[in-house]
């Protein structure tokens, strides 16, 4: 991971970076950079380098990668607060080494603003990062990818044992775009009215919980 260069496409990378991870970007590439025009050097963040990655791989001959979703266990930064915004860098802001953006240090634990479903305390992980190619879009694809990042982390709750932090309990949160609600809404999910509306990139999200089951 220190060794990616954020300034060139995945076809560029070197060797040694993990070939899961490579497909993952390569699907946010053509998602997030050339559909929505996100800026290549900046769609890519400090929490990649923490987080667990899934891709999901067509059934053609060879395969390749359709979707893509990723968790990001805890801590994490303050929720947004409502109204808020939170612009994309601009393809001028020069673009940090690799080897600097993944080894910032991560944000602290600490108590956040109460909301709906969450009393500010309680350790949560992050699903994130969702996607799936146009032409594979009405397929179910990202309830696939949902449910997959789900039972992982209910069969893996040890994964998440961070020292001088509350156990976790299966509390999941998700920052989506709010055309993006029905479908996390489908996979269990609930809107947390206590979260509000913000806005990255121009765009309106909204906070949604969901709780497993790690009995």
């Given at each position: 991971m220190l060794k990616y260069n954020l300034s060139a496409p995945v076809s560029e990378q070197p060797s040694k970076?993990?070939?899961?991870?490579?497909?993952?970007?390569?699907?946010?590439?053509?998602?997030?950079v050339e559909e929505q025009k996100a800026v290549l050097q900046h769609h890519i963040d400090r929490d990649d380098a923490r987080s667990y990655h899934w891709v999901l791989l067509s059934t053609s001959t060879p395969p390749h990668p359709i979707g893509t979703i990723r968790l990001v266990p805890f801590p994490h930064?303050?929720?947004?607060?409502?109204?808020?915004?939170?612009?994309?860098?601009?393809?001028?802001?020069?673009?940090?080494?690799?080897?600097?953006?993944?080894?910032?240090?991560?944000?602290?634990?600490?108590k956040d603003r109460k909301t709906h479903f969450h009393d500010g305390a309680e350790p949560m992980i992050k699903l994130g990062r969702?996607?799936?190619?146009?032409?594979?879009?009405?397929?179910?694809?990202?309830?696939?990818?949902?449910?997959a990042s789900l039972a992982w982390a209910r069969e893996h709750p040890e994964s998440f044992e961070v020292e001088e932090v509350p156990q976790w309990k299966g509390l999941v949160c998700v920052h989506a775009r709010e055309e993006a609600v029905s479908t996390w809404v489908r996979n269990g999910f609930a809107l947390d009215e206590g979260m509000g509306i913000w806005f990255e990139a121009g765009i309106k999200h909204v906070g949604m919980f969901y709780r497993l089951d790690l009995k």
């Open positions: 970076i993990p070939t899961t991870f490579l497909q993952c970007l390569s699907v946010r590439e053509i998602v997030f930064h303050p929720q947004p607060e409502p109204g808020s915004r939170f612009e994309a860098p601009s393809s001028h802001i020069p673009v940090q080494d690799s080897s600097i953006l993944f080894s910032k240090p991560l944000p602290q634990y600490k969702l996607c799936v190619m146009k032409e594979e879009r009405g397929e179910g694809y990202a309830n696939l990818l949902i449910q």
